[in-house]
Every structure is written in structure tokens, then in C-alpha cells.
């Protein structure tokens, strides 16, 4: 993509972005806090690369997720059907503050804890599974089915309906720009899937989320179908895709940085905190949710117009020497306090209590139970996933 400032051209490539975005968003947040780029669909928009100027974004009403406010031949993302698009990154008050309402409460921090031992016995189990191994890919055999298991319990799906998920959310959340039908029948299955999962609970309900959301439509007329059907859509497809990729890089950046690890298993008691400088240092999400202004607006000094799309960089945002001390430095230390890895205002992450119990306990367990857990990389370095909007490792080879 490309990138201008309003008077400064700045040329982005692609691939360098992909390969190393933490240089690309420093060079950009140096030039100038808000950049005019054209996006990899040809599109413009804006992107936002200070830690103030993203911050106060975040949280700033006239920044709308609706995208009928989007100017006519703007935006258009991947269109999903209107059974999945009806969620909480598609809406503002007063539905998004409805429709988080009726599901809030099963991600309370109380009621997240209750879950604590659960997930330390499914990381055991897992776990189990690779000691005799001695070699094994972390993200295929523990990062990736620890928070898929956690959310389906959670929500209800039975575990032989799970085997698929995985490889739709990918090909949904990081299309292959060369085979552009995966993400196509990627949405039908979903969709296919979601429309069985719904009948089969309301023919025979349980004590789950799923079922407890089922209820609030039919028997309160709060949700309409769409929000019910979108609703499950996000909350199995989210519970899984920042998780696995929080604990995948947090696993590389404790790998990668020994003094720190050695830090950390001194003192098991800072994992919490060590948690939140993690999800700052490399966390999941670079950009946010796109957002487009209901009014004229003027961010970092620069007038942007109503209706054109807003890219709000939490890369950026993280490395920005104006509000972290030495941000390409990972230091466990460090009071990353105010990071914005999870969002900021009223569309903060939802499931925020979950994941961080899940990464605190996927760590945990892990170097727990291999002490001398090494990388094993291949020569050319960990592969990532090809994508500017979710930051995830491919695979993550370990010896132990």
C-alpha cells in the first residue's frame, strides 16, 4: 500500500510491512501522526499512527463502526451475509450497547476466574499429549486448540463439530489474496455451521451461553435472528483468533528474549503484568476496527473528511517513544499500564478478562512443565501469517 502525509509522500511496500511492520509504523509515526494510504483494495483511507491520537480515537463517538456511514464507494471490506454482519464491529450505540449488555456478563472477571482451573486442566491435557515428543509446532498443538476448546465449552459446541473451525476463521481472517474462493466458502460453511448450531440448541437446550442467548431471542424478543446468529459468529470466532495469536507471540518473545524468561520464572508472581507488556510488545491486533467519521474531524492536526475510512494503529501506538520508554524493548518490568492491545473506550474487548486468564495459564503451564522449552526454528525465522490486520505466527517449532 501506499501512505502520504498531506504535503510528505511515504511509500509503504506490502511485503515490507508483512515482514517487519514495527519499522514501517516507526517511520510512519515519526513523518507525521496521520498518514493518507492506499489500502491493499485499492481504496484510501487514513491511518492514525500515535499512541494520544489512537488512543482518543478509540474512544471518540464521531469514529463510527456502522458502515452505512461510510462514503458511497469507500470501504467495502469482505461483505459476510447479514446473518453474520450484524455484530458488535459493525455497530454503535444504541444496539451496541444493547446487544454487549445481553452477553457481557458471562465475561466478567468473577466469572472468568471460575474458569481458571478448567483451562489449567485443558493446558495439562494438551500438554500431556506433547511430552513424549521432545519437537513439536506450539501453535497446531497448543496455542490453537487451548482457546478453541475454551470458547465451545463456553458457548456449547460439542467437540466433534470443532474440527473445521479453525481453517474457516483463517481463511476468513487472513484470505489468501491469490484464492479468493477460500474466503468465499469459508463464509458458507460458517454460515452453514451456525445455522445448525442454533437449530440443534434450540432443540435441546443446555446450561451454556449459546443456549442462555437462544433464550433472550425467543422468549424475550431482545435479539432479532441476525444479531443472534452474528452474535455467536463473533463471540467463537474473536474467543479464538486474539487468543491463540497472544499466546503464540508471547511465547516467541519469552523464547526469543532468555533474561526475560529467566526474570519471570524468578518471580511467577509478575505474570500478570508480564501478560500486559507481552500483549504491548507484540500483541494480535496492529490495526483496530476500521471507523469512519460522522462528522468532519480533525485528528493529530490533520482534517479528515466525513464518511472516508480511519485506520487506528495499535502497532504504532505501542512502539511510540511519547508514551512508552524504550518501546522496542521488551521488558517485563515495565508498567504497560494503558496499552491498547484490547481496545479502549465502549468497544473494548469484550472477552479482555478471558484472554488474559488463558495466556496467564497457557504461559504458566508451559514452562512449567518444560523447563528447558527452546525454538527451533527454521533458518529463514518464525512464519508468520500473511496479514496487516492480525499479527499470528503460522507455526512455532519448539525442542524441550
Known amino acids: 500500500m501506499s501512505a502520504t502525509t498531506p504535503s510528505h509522500p511515504a511509500p509503504v511496500d506490502r511485503a515490507e510491512l508483512l515482514a517487519d511492520p514495527y519499522s514501517v509504523y516507526a517511520r510512519l509515526r515519526e513523518a507525521g501522526p496521520v498518514h493518507r494510504i492506499t ?44 446473518a453474520l454482519d450484524a455484530n458488535l464491529l459493525n455497530m454503535d450505540p444504541p444496539d451496541h450497547t444493547r446487544i454487549r ?10 466469572r472468568v476466574e471460575l474458569l481458571r482451573e478448567p483451562v489449567k486442566r485443558t493446558a495439562d491435557t494438551l500438554l500431556d499429549a506433547l511430552a513424549p515428543l521432545g519437537r513439536a509446532d506450539l501453535i497446531s498443538a497448543y496455542a490453537a486448540p487451548l482457546p478453541i476448546i475454551v470458547i ?26 491469490a484464492r479468493p474462493e477460500q474466503a468465499r466458502e469459508a463464509v458458507r460453511s460458517l454460515l452453514g455451521f451456525f445455522t445448525g448450531l442454533l437449530a440443534a440448541k434450540r432443540a435441546a437446550p443446555a446450561d451454556d451461553l449459546l443456549s442462555a442467548l437462544i433464550a433472550v431471542r425467543d422468549e424475550e424478543d431482545r435479539l432479532t435472528e441476525d444479531e443472534l446468529m452474528s452474535l455467536a459468529f463473533l ?6 483468533e486474539n487468543t491463540v495469536h497472544l499466546i503464540g507471540n508471547a511465547t516467541l518473545a519469552l523464547l526469543s528474549h532468555p533474561d526475560q524468561l529467566a526474570a519471570l520464572r524468578a518471580d511467577p508472581g509478575r505474570l500478570g503484568p508480564a501478560v500486559e507488556e507481552l500483549a504491548r ?20 492536526g490533520v482534517d479528515v473528511p466525513a464518511g472516508e475510512t480511519v485506520l487506528l494503529s495499535l502497532a504504532a501506538a505501542h512502539r511510540d ?26 468497544h ?17 503451564a508451559l514452562f512449567d512443565r518444560f523447563p528447558g522449552l527452546a525454538l527451533d526454528l ?6 508468520r501469517r500473511p496479514s496487516m490486520r492480525s499479527r499470528g505466527l503460522l507455526s512455532l517449532p519448539v525442542r524441550y
Not at 101 to 110: D, G, H, M
Not at 321 to 346: C, M, Q
Not at 348 to 364: F, Q
Open 39 to 82: 489500502g491493499t483494495d485499492g481504496l484510501p483511507a487514513w491511518l492514525v499512527t500515535r499512541y494520544d491520537d489512537v488512543r482518543q480515537g478509540l474512544a471518540d463517538p464521531r469514529l463510527s463502526l456502522d458502515k452505512s456511514n461510510a462514503t458511497p464507494g469507500g470501504y467495502h471490506g469482505f461483505a459476510l451475509p447479514p
Open 101 to 110: 449488555r445481553l452477553v457481557s456478563r458471562a465475561f466478567t472477571p468473577r
Open 152 to 177: 465451545c465449552d463456553l458457548l456449547g459446541v460439542a467437540p466433534e463439530d470443532r474440527q473445521d473451525f479453525r481453517s474457516w476463521t483463517d481463511a476468513l481472517v487472513a484470505p489468501d489474496p
Open 235 to 240: 463471540v467463537l470466532v474473536a474467543g479464538y
Open 281 to 300: 510488545y507484540d500483541g494480535p491486533v496492529p490495526l483496530a476496527v476500521r471507523r469512519f467519521p460522522v462528522e468532519d474531524v480533525t485528528i493529530g
Open 321 to 346: 517513544p511519547r508514551r512508552f520508554t524504550d518501546p522496542d524493548r521488551l521488558d517485563l518490568g515495565r508498567d504497560a499500564g494503558g496499552h491498547l492491545a484490547l481496545g479502549h473506550g465502549i
Open 348 to 364: 473494548y474487548c469484550l472477552g479482555a478478562p478471558l484472554a488474559r486468564m488463558e495466556t496467564e495459564v497457557a504461559l504458566s
Open 378 to 383: 527454521p533458518p529463514d525465522g518464525p512464519q
